[in-house]
């Protein structure tokens, strides 16, 4: 009996020491300690790899920033967004960060770990977004990167020992080019975050919209943009949170609590 409690306790112990809060609480309380075992450097390095083989490919397609105007307008709104990532981590001022529009219908934008983030041309030219609407997804999307969302759900996987970790040990991967590269894009773009992930986002997301002097309430605006958009369909933006009328509740209570920060950027500008 006691060969079985001793491992378990040890592994109790170890796993305790691996829940920490990624940020700070900021304005909206965003401080869920959460389960890390993949470490940083190793999710930032595929970040990395991941995104220098997505530009790369854009490229290829020349679909990387070719509306000079509209990349300067994205580029313009994440360099407001990224000053404010300080009020829930400071390093996250230091982090190499990287903007970049690719020329697609599809009705998605992302942030890798550590940074770097992608906006996709028909997400806004088909939603008609206004400055603010854009700060609203950016803002959403560089929460996930915060919060370290990929690394989280990554962790997750690694300690049930399925999905991608799974297949990379079966297939001999392990840290690989191949398999870095698979880790980011899988846990960022591919698979969906959780519900929980998702209501961060949007809760941190606003908050940086606010401090960066954008109407939080138009969030809330964005989001039934795009639902009713979708139809039938769901875009992939809102897989995994459809715009439902809690959330929608949800975005008008957090934008209403952040709002006395969004008045405060207004003053200083």
């Known amino acids: 009996m006691k060969r079985f409690i ?78 404010q990532v300080g009020a829930f981590r400071e390093d996250a001022l230091k982090w190499d960060w990287q903007v970049n529009v690719i020329n697609s219908n599809t009705l998605n934008a992302w942030c890798m770990p550590g940074g770097k983030i992608a906006v996709y041309s028909g997400l806004i030219k088909n939603l008609s977004l206004t400055d603010a609407q854009i700060a609203a997804v950016m803002g959403h999307e560089i929460a996930h990167a915060l919060r370290e969302h990929s690394r989280e759900q990554a962790s997750t996987d690694q300690l049930k020992n399925i999905g991608i ?5 079966a297939a001999g991967l392990g840290d690989t080019a191949t398999g870095l590269i ?9 698979l969906p975050f959780s519900r929980s992930h998702e209501t961060e986002a949007d809760h941190i997301g606003t908050e940086l919209m606010a401090r960066a002097g954008y109407d939080p309430h138009e969030a809330v605006t964005v989001w039934e943009k795009m639902s009713k958009k979708s139809g039938d369909s769901v875009p992939e933006i809102l897989s995994t949170h459809p715009s439902n009328a809690s959330r929608i509740k949800d975005l008008k209570e957090i934008a209403k609590k952040v709002e006395p920060l969004y008045l405060a950027a207004q003053k200083a500008n």
């Not at 970790?165 to 040990?169: E, G, I, L, W």
């Open 165 to 169: 970790f799974a297949v990379s040990t």
């Open 6 to 83: 001793l491992p378990l306790v040890f592994t109790m112990i170890f796993l305790a020491g691996c829940f920490v809060s990624s940020t700070g609480a900021g304005a909206v309380g965003a401080d869920r300690r959460q389960l890390f075992l993949i470490s940083s450097e190793t999710m930032n390095q595929s970040a990395n790899l991941a995104y220098a083989k997505t530009l790369q490919s854009a490229r290829q397609e020349k679909a990387l920033n070719i509306d000079p105007v509209l990349t300067k307008r994205v580029q313009a709104i994440g360099k407001r967004l990224i000053a």
């Open 182 to 190: 698979n880790l980011a894009t899988q846990y960022t773009i591919s």
